[in-house]
């Protein structure tokens, strides 16, 4: 993964560059616009559980960072559209992005935009407000380590067309699974499961999105909807 993000960097254009070192900045004098962010800022919350136990709504991407340091971010789909306009094709493109800490919490965020850089900046802040808690433990009756190597149950979960079922797997068994869907669960750090799936292989997000649908159903909660919820209830 971190040989890919270098990779990147290398093939990035000069503007590309210019446009990532503005983003970057603007986000280091970060000025937060939530009551949760300014919690955040001034260190009166600290921990992701305090935020969630603050109940207040997760709406900046920034909260995410400075909550969960070890993010790991991956682009799993990009692409470049066209749309054909009566001037000629105008090109867009399509970025979507994976995150996780690797031990509990995971998100998905697709975005688009005139620019390469931009397109995926903006998927990964979405997928930032996404998160799902994922709860892992050792659900399969041949395992009793009691680590939490697997799932505590079995969950199922589904996106459009996409069913999916993740199964808990004694230890050793390792990621049965497509590569769409191991890697999700290499992100919050399930080493063990088994899976079956229905559906068309071609709509690759569909199964990044299933897979996250079905790790929700550990906690029953998607963490940062949960607490948007919260607040406009
Ligand atoms: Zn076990």
């Known amino acids: 993964m971190v040989r890919k993000k270098e990779k990147k960097r290398e093939t990035m254009t000069e503007k590309e560059r210019l ?8 986000e280091a004098d970060w000025i937060p616009k939530t009551e949760l962010g300014r919690k955040v ?4 919350i600290n921990s992701i559980q305090e935020a969630i136990d603050s109940k ?9 960072d400075l909550l969960l340091p070890d993010l790991q971010e991956k682009v799993i789909e990009f692409k470049k559209t066209a749309k054909v ?18 031990k509990e919490f995971v998100g998905m965020g697709t975005a688009k935009d005139k620019e390469k ?4 900046k903006k998927a990964t802040n979405k997928a930032k407000l996404s ?17 939490p190597h697997s799932i ?19 230890k050793g068994v390792g990621l049965v ?13 399930i080493k063990d499961v088994w899976s079956e799936t229905r559906g068309s292989t071609a709509t690759k997000l569909n199964f990044v999105r299933a897979t996250i649908d079905a790790l929700s159903k550990t906690t029953g909660m998607k963490a940062s909807e949960e607490m948007m919820k919260k607040a406009r209830a």
């Open 19 to 26: 446009m990532k070192e503005k983003i970057e900045r603007r």
């Open 41 to 44: 800022r001034n260190g009166e």
């Open 56 to 64: 207040l709504p997760l709406l900046e991407p920034r909260i995410t």
């Open 85 to 102: 306009r009566r001037a000629g094709r105008q090109f867009s493109f399509r970025g979507s992005v994976l995150i996780g800490d690797g």
């Open 117 to 120: 850089w931009p397109a995926i």
């Open 131 to 147: 998160l799902v808690r994922v709860r892992k433990g050792c659900g399969s009756w041949e395992c009793t380590c009691g680590m």
């Open 152 to 170: 505590p149950f079995q969950v199922k979960g589904k996106c459009a067309s996409v069913r999916i079922t993740l199964k808990p797997a004694p």
């Open 177 to 189: 699974a497509g590569d769409n869907i191991k890697q999700v669960l290499e992100f919050v750090g």
